[in-house]
T-cell receptor
Framework: EDKVVQSPLSLVVHEGDTVTLNCSYE??????LLWYKQEKKAPTFLFML????IEKKSGRLSSILDKKELFSILNITATQTGDSAVYLCAVEAWASGTYKYIFGTGTRLKVLA | GAVVSQHPSRVICKSGTSVKIECRSL??????MFWYRQFPKQSLMLMAT?????????EQGVEKDKFLINHASLTLSTLTVTSAHPEDSSFYIC????????????FGPGTRLLVL
């Protein structure tokens, strides 16, 4: 059974801290791994990772994929209160002639001022 | 853990036909379900919030007469794309939300719609 597991489930930090969010997966016919930030409405796309070992970076956020060990991490440096959100990891996989998503349940991050 | 399924996973239809997509929470009851549409570059747009036993709440710009949502039970919400056109071709994802102190959304695997 395909699954995506995120850890920790929730995290409380202070502004300026660095956090690392984890996403491990067991998926058949892996295509890509995606990270989203969800605040209120729809999840906002952050990164799409397809190759191992290549770090993707956007401002204070960065992410990397390890396809051998089947996990990805999302790093946020110098956290701000605006980073408070649920961070979702999703794996895109091929199945029955189309692709599907397997989402993790998310890591709930709260950044205190 | 909680599982949400969608059916069908893929559908191809002719322009002008209606297509129904089901979203089921398999092992929990969900008073609230959400329907998303995927756009290029992996972005997800919230289309509507589906509440069991009441009318769905549609986001601005989403035609409620075109995208009919029914949440008839605590485990099932359906999205019907009426008179589908090629521009409706997309990937539709639903999520179901648990209730309680900390609400968690569980996402379905998505449905690929191709309108010819």
């Amino acid at each position: 059974e395909d699954k995506v597991v995120q850890s920790p489930l929730s995290l409380v930090v202070h502004e300026g801290d660095t956090v690392t969010l984890n996403c491990s997966y067991e998926v058949t016919n892996f295509r890509s791994l995606l990270w989203y930030k969800q605040e209120k409405k729809a999840p906002t796309f952050l990164f799409m990772l397809t190759s191992s070992g290549i770090e993707k970076k956007s401002g204070r956020l960065s992410s990397i994929l390890d396809k051998k060990e089947l996990f990805s991490i999302l790093n946020i440096t110098a956290t701000q209160t605006g980073d408070s959100a649920v961070y979702l990891c999703a794996v895109e996989a091929w199945a029955s002639g189309t692709y599907k998503y397997i989402f993790g349940t998310g890591t709930r991050l709260k950044v205190l001022a | 853990g909680a599982v949400v399924s969608q059916h069908p996973s893929r559908v191809i239809c002719k322009s002008g036909t209606s297509v129904k997509i089901e979203c089921r929470s398999l092992d929990f009851q969900a008073t609230t379900m959400f329907w998303y549409r995927q756009f290029p570059k992996q972005s997800l747009m919230l289309m509507a919030t589906s509440n069991e036993g009441s009318k769905a709440t549609y986001e601005q710009g989403v035609e409620k007469d075109k995208f009919l949502i029914n949440h008839a039970s605590l485990t099932l919400s359906t999205l019907t794309v009426t008179s589908a056109h090629p521009e409706d071709s997309s990937f539709y994802i639903c999520s179901a939300q648990t209730s309680g102190i900390q609400e968690t959304q569980y996402f379905g695997p998505g449905t690929r719609l191709l309108v010819l």
